[in-house]
């Protein structure tokens, strides 16, 4: 009798012991940069651990100013995940001084990502004509497009798999998932946006490159293309010209910069204004953000430039 259970003893221990070893180590403590970044490790990581935020609300990326409790994060992290140098640049000196233990994983450059360069010249330029973005440099709000964020998930997984492999399966299914759910968001979103491709419109920051690029729209230019300068009334004046005689329909603002300037700019005008948040300033932080993000995007620019 013992020797015709051994084997199924054998069996049995076998099978178990990857849960049970996944179930003895504690999960990586893991760091993201913004809200788009975490909602979409939390979804990788989800039955595992919960992620931490670095910026929160609708910090802008471009000019975070890191407190202690941050500097904490990145030092016990197992795993740190941002865009990159080209989007989160406060954050390139705190990663360089990271330890040796972190894996430090910059989504931009990851297998599948689709990246275009910033835009500069024509409507895109700034009201200081030597404060242009620098050629050959590339926009980093990709995750303004589903199917970069697929990839970025498939990036996530791969890398959590390589410093907690007893939970190598989890993180694959999970990105899985999250890739499943992206293919049918994108389909969703295309058909909110269609027919929109020849309404003209102005936004208050270049944020949006990948978002319009996905779904043909058309944009006039931005307000502000440098976020670490302030727009000048020059800049002003030449775009309210343009608001009033180049067929706009619509003016979009962002949650993060003052809401005086877009107001000046757009007083006594015909244009609608709706708001465009690329960052989910008002979303709660997790693994529905991502997804909530794009849609109230779609839903606002769909109501602001439809007829």
Known sequence: MNNR??????????SLSPALAADRNPPPEVVASIKPVHSVVAAVIAGAGVPELLMPG???????????SDARKLANARAVFWIGPELENVLQTPIRNLSTRARVVALGTATGVRRLPARHGGVWETDDPDHDHETGAIDGHLWLDPRNGAAMATAIAENLAAI?????ALYHQNAGKFRARMTTLDAELSGKLRGLETRHY?????????????????????????PDRPVGPRRVAELRSRLEGNGVVCAFSTPEFSPRLFNALTEGTRVKTAALDDLGANI??????YETLLTRMADAASACLRP
């Open 58 to 68: 609708g910090a802008s990326p471009h000019a975070y100013a890191l407190k202690p």
């Open 202 to 226: 102005l936004v208050f920051h270049d944020a949006y490159q990948y978002f319009e690029t996905r779904y043909g729209l058309s944009p006039m230019g931005a307000v502000a293309v440098a």
């Open 5 to 14: 259970l051994a084997p199924i003893i054998l069996f049995l221990a076998a």
């Open 164 to 168: 907690d492999p007893s939970r190598a």
């Open 284 to 289: 709660p932080a997790g693994p529905l953000l």
